[in-house]
């Protein structure tokens, strides 16, 4: 077991470390940065690809927090209609040609009875299906008109880090392969998204470096009352992600929420014993957040700011740097919420690997 974990004390940790490579891996072999292009081994005319009306994702959990980072992503750059659902709620209507509908199945696993259900809804009524996950021969692979593998390595850790950045570098991928298909993107655009995912990889590793400075403030707020994650665009799924995490491995009370809807509810929480954790990077509409940040200020909440610009740190009691690499700067920046999460639960105390009462994979309905 020592062994397996390389050195580290958890799973975990050894693979939220292991995100650069994981990254590395997902691109490989998939892209001509030169030529702005991407080859993902896909069935899918370039004739379907031009027709197609919907996309749909289908997920749970971490993997749906991903799916809807993608939805920002496949509405902007591939020109399409994209709808998120929560398996367990996804119900097929085929009110429009099926055969115009995508459904896309994330899933580290391939194997949660959930996801399948939906995914067999949806076949069932005509549509093409496309997984996108970690596991070679897993159930979902054997279900679907096409897979796109995120090539993560094992994941042992119940709570997913290092899939959730495989899977968003994997679902850009296939906005970009849509994009090309589609005209929506010119040579040169894709090859700009392409060269800002290449990026990732040395990001993340710049993040992981500053692990000390998360660790120093994991352990100054681990008795706090509750946890606020909040986010804009691409910075909400990642606001929300931060929560998951935290929640699943410190059994702390996180919340994630959209800035905009703080003063619908959420703001009657906020007190000085709850830290707000703001994410204010590239495709987070930083300068809205803003707002969001000195108005928890005013109601005396702690805030450590998520960010790549130097500008607004001055306003922040703690700040994690992102470095500047434009749109894949909301998922680099996921990698410091991890970090937070995994330092406050190690504060705590508690068994990081298996959190009480989760399971890696749920393959009951
Ligand atoms: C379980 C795991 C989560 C995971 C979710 C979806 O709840 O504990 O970490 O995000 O299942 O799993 P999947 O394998 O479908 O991505």
């Not at 007190?271 to 954790?277: G, K, S």
Request: glycine letters at 8%; aromatic letters at 6%.
């Amino acid at each position: 077991d020592a062994a397996e974990k390389g050195g580290y004390e958890h799973y975990m940790r050894k693979e939220i470390h292991e995100q650069p490579r994981a990254v590395r891996q997902a691109l490989s072999g998939r892209i001509d940065e030169l030529a702005g292009t991407v080859d993902l081994d896909l069935s899918l005319s370039e004739e379907y690809c031009r027709s197609l009306d919907e996309i749909q994702i289908v997920a749970c959990g971490t993997s749906y927090y991903a799916g809807l980072y993608a939805a920002g992503l496949l509405e902007e750059y591939a020109d399409v209609r994209v709808s998120v659902h929560i398996a367990s709620e996804y119900e097929f209507k085929g009110n429009r040609d099926p055969w115009r509908t995508l459904v896309v199945a994330v899933t580290q696993s391939g194997e949660t009875a959930d996801t399948l259900r939906a995914l067999r809804k949806a076949a069932g009524s005509g549509a093409r299906t496309l997984a996108v996950t970690n596991t070679v021969g897993s159930t979902v692979t054997r279900e679907v008109d096409d897979t796109v593998y995120i090539r993560a390595g094992p994941e042992i850790g119940v709570a997913a880090s290092k899939t959730f950045v495989s899977q968003v570098t994997t679902l850009t991928l296939v906005t970009v392969y849509l994009g090309q298909q589609r005209d929506a993107l010119s040579s040169n655009e894709r090859a700009s998204i392409l060269e800002e995912l290449s990026a990732v990889p040395s990001a993340i590793q710049q993040v992981l470096d500053a692990e000390p400075t998360v660790q120093r403030e994991a352990k100054a707020f681990a008795d706090s009352e509750s946890f606020f994650f909040i986010g804009r665009r691409l910075g909400h799924p990642v606001a929300l992600e931060g929560a998951l995490k935290l929640k699943e491995i410190s059994y702390e009370h996180a919340e994630g929420f959209a800035g905009g809807e703080l003063k619908h509810g959420p703001l009657a929480l906020v007190t000085e014993d709850t830290p707000v954790i703001a994410v204010l990077t590239d495709e987070t509409n930083a300068s809205e957040t803003l707002h969001n940040v000195k108005e928890v200020e005013s109601r005396g909440a702690p805030v450590i700011g998520v960010t790549s610009d130097d500008d607004p740190n001055a306003v922040f009691d703690t700040t994690f740097d992102v470095p500047s690499i434009g749109l894949m700067e909301p998922v680099v920046g996921n990698v410091y919420l991890q970090l937070f999460a995994y330092h406050v639960a190690k504060e705590k105390g508690r068994d990081i690997d298996k959190p009480r009462n989760l399971a890696k994979s749920v393959t009951v309905e």
